[in-house]
């Protein structure tokens, strides 16, 4: 049983809906294919951080978190990853067509952009290996708390972002084929890069 239950529930909660990068794609998948491609890539979200969860388990992500120069090289091309799907969303918002229409955009997958988006970022390995351990009391099998603490983040990560996508995808089919379609995919790609930029201009 996690120590302090209620605390982490609450905790996790607050940094679920914190606006970041996994709002940003889902916003990126419901402009893309609406709520479709909005949930698969919530789905290729919670597989990043059910993954980077495994490793914090099995003591692979505090290596990583250990070694500076793995984290800044996987930072780094987070960052880069980043920055290409933000500037392949305001190409699109400024051609006018929604990134699915675009060329670029002909061979997208949904899941693939979410799962890699989490997989590149250091910063879910470094909060799975020091943070979920604060709630395992003495004694008890971290490896089992560990996951059971993970799955519960995951499980409210997919709630939020589906709720999230939903709504979004409400207020995108209200205003299709208008300017503020096109602002949004402009903003969404805008918040894409700048959060690529600070990724990639990051220090520990």
Known sequence: MPEHPLVFVGIVALLTITPGADMAMVARGVFTGGRRDAFAT??????????????????????????????????LVGAVYLIWLGAQTLLAARRGVPPADDAAGANRNPFRQGLLTNLFNPKVAVF?????????????????????????????GIVWLSVYAWLLARAVEAFKGSRLRRA?????????VALGLRLAAERR
């Not at 971290?142 to 983040?153: G, R, T, Y």
């Open 42 to 75: 919530t789905l290729g979200i919670s597989a990043g951080c059910f993954a980077w969860a495994c490793a914090s388990a099995l003591g692979v992500a505090a290596l990583l978190a250990a070694s500076q120069t793995a984290y800044d090289a996987l930072r």
């Open 184 to 192: 949004l995919d402009a903003v969404t790609g805008t918040v894409l």
């Open 128 to 156: 799975y290996s020091t943070f979920l351990p604060q709630f395992i009391a003495p004694g008890d099998s971290a490896l089992a708390v560990s996951m059971v603490l993970a799955c519960v983040h995951i499980a409210l």
